[in-house]
């Protein structure tokens, strides 16, 4: 079938000027589309929620380190939770509810694949009975998919560890700290605020947490694990990262998933001698990426689903409203406004009441 216009007008978030630092609002552009019809084998989703993610900001920039870069006037790559309102493909039902990197407009078409690569356009399906659609995109989505395998398959988690994890009130954090509660862990968390030190503590469960803009960050990690770190997460890279690397207990396992303190800087900066603290500890230092276990994420989603139906793990939004907000939810997520899972939720989910 050839592509058909539909009825819709459709909207978009587009990278207008690429940022330097940190982005600004006025670094996208939010403009209309035509929608067009889905060909044979494909789906229409009108989405509900976009998510916010720091892997966007490397998107924006002319080389971004790993994974394509975007043009000028292109969408945001970016994924989004959404409702199938035609379907040409027999896997899927209008009405369903799908999840996929689907880019940042609010209507997409996908082939209905599943997801295999990280610009595919394939999508999850949603099952509403296991949690309502926006913990799609966070706790039983890539975040979720990421806190679980980073911890328990690249940390090599084991009862009793002392696990440390960076950027510990946000999306990953925030489950990797509570799947290792979970494990008997001793958990401590770095975080940018009281507030979110607070919330770590009384509310998630860490044993200790700290805010790294306060104090000598290596000697609060000392007085908490004197016997060192066993399992760092490391979600921040740069001088975060350097103080726990000066705390890490023999044979310990560090696991590299994000580097959020670097994605805004415009110079690099002087790191202390880590290959000496990696040497004398004996440390195991890993890369990680979620879409190596793609084929696995039910794995995780079945066992995260499983602890949230006991109670043992929770999840935080923080949602912004309407597609015109979209550049600043980022923007706010990349200075730490959010705790847990950064979203936008557009009108039609409030309509629909998704
Ligand atoms: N490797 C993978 O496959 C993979 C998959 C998903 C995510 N990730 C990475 O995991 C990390 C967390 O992602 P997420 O989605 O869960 O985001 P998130 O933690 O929900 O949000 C980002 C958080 O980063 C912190 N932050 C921002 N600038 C910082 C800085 N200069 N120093 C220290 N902390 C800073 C902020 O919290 P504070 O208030 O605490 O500063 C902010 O809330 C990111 O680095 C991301 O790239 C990697």
Redesign the pocket.
């Known amino acids: 079938m050839k592509d058909k216009n539909l009825p819709i007008q459709g909207l978009k978030v587009t990278l207008h000027k690429r940022p330097n630092g940190m982005p600004k609002e006025s670094d996208f552009q939010v403009s209309n589309f035509q929608v067009k019809g889905p060909k044979d084998g494909e789906i229409l989703v009108e989405t509900h929620y976009l998510s916010a993610?720091?892997?966007q900001r490397m998107r924006l920039n002319a080389f971004s380190g790993y994974g394509k870069t975007i043009s000028l006037g292109d969408t945001i790559k970016g994924r989004i939770a959404g409702k199938v309102i035609i379907s040409k493909n027999p896997k899927f039902q209008k009405g369903d509810f799908v999840e996929g990197m689907l880019g940042w407009k609010t209507h997409a078409i996908s082939d209905g694949s599943q997801i295999r690569a990280e610009y595919a356009p394939g999508v999850t399906q949603i099952d509403k009975k296991i949690a309502p659609i926006p913990a799609w995109l966070g706790i039983l989505g890539?975040?979720g998919i990421?806190a679980y395998f980073s911890l328990i398959e690249t940390g090599k988690l084991e009862k009793g560890n002392t696990v440390l994890v960076?950027?510990?009130?946000?999306?990953?954090?925030s489950i990797v700290g509570q799947i290792a509660k979970i494990y008997n862990c001793k958990v401590i968390g770095i975080?940018?605020?009281d507030k979110?030190v607070k919330h770590l503590i009384d509310n998630l469960g860490f044993t200790y947490a700290l805010n790294?803009n306060k104090g000598n960050i290596s000697k609060s990690i000392k007085s908490f694990a004197p016997g060192g770190v066993d399992i760092f997460i490391d979600?921040?890279g740069?001088p975060?990262a350097d103080e726990v690397y000066l705390n890490l207990n023999l044979n310990a396992r560090v696991v590299l998933?994000?580097?959020?303190?670097q994605n805004n800087q415009s110079s690099e900066i002087q790191r202390k001698d880590l290959q000496n603290m990696i040497m004398r500890n004996r440390a195991t230092v890993s890369g990680?990426?979620?879409?190596d276990f793609e084929d696995r994420a039910n794995e995780a989603r079945k066992k995260i689903s499983k602890w949230i139906k006991e109670k043992k793990i929770k999840y935080d939004q923080t949602i912004e409203v309407g597609i015109d907000n979209a550049p600043r939810a980022l923007i706010s997520?990349?200075?730490?406004g959010?705790i847990?899972?950064?979203l936008i939720r557009l009108p039609i989910s409030i309509k629909e009441n998704t």
């Open positions: 993610d720091p892997f890539f975040p990421t960076s950027a510990a009130a946000g999306a990953v954090g975080t940018g605020s979110k790294y979600n921040t740069g975060i998933v994000g580097n959020i303190s990680f990426i979620v879409y997520m990349l200075k730490g959010n847990g899972k950064q």
